[in-house]
């Protein structure tokens, strides 16, 4: 029995549930759904895993050696510090996740801990880090690389 007799209300439901799908109709919407899936995956997935800046979002790649004095090149903050770290965690003790003997009083700024290391990520946005080994000066000769066959 229906509680609600307006209509618009649980119009597709039936007393006796629903009818049961044709082997026609699960045929087109697996087809509709395969298609869809061919699209959506159509675009280039490319992913690379760099080392992104925590102030100001740069990104190098990873093959870059990180000591004590290293600097973002954009911004200029120091790339060894607690924001950049993996085990960085605002709601674990200290800071960190791993166990500190005392508080490091700033996270922005550089420090000395021997247990940092570098928090790298999955760039999967489309945009890539630049090579270090880039011989793409030329913009004509870039712009040509784009639409080569």
């Not at 000591?67 to 605002?90: A, L, V």
């Not at 508080?103 to 489309?126: H, M, Q, W, Y």
Request: charge should be positive; glycine fraction near 4%.
């Amino acid at each position: 029995m229906m509680k609600y007799k307006q209509r618009g209300y649980r119009d597709g439901e039936s007393p006796k549930g629903r009818h049961p799908e044709t082997d026609s109709e699960r045929e087109a919407r697996q087809e509709a759904w395969q298609a869809a899936r061919k699209v959506r995956h159509a675009m280039s997935r490319d992913a690379s895993v760099v080392l992104r800046c925590a102030d100001c979002g740069y990104q190098t790649p990873e093959q870059i050696t990180i000591e004590f004095d290293t600097e973002c090149p954009k911004c200029g903050s120091p790339w060894h510090n607690c924001r950049n770290c993996k085990h960085f965690d605002t709601s674990a003790r200290f800071g960190c996740r791993l166990t500190l003997e005392k508080a490091i009083p700033s996270k922005t700024i550089a420090n000395l801990c021997e247990l940092f290391v570098a928090r790298v990520v999955l760039d999967a946005t489309g945009k890539r880090a630049k090579k270090i080994d880039s011989t793409t000066s030329d913009p004509r000769k870039a712009f040509d690389d784009l639409f080569k066959k």
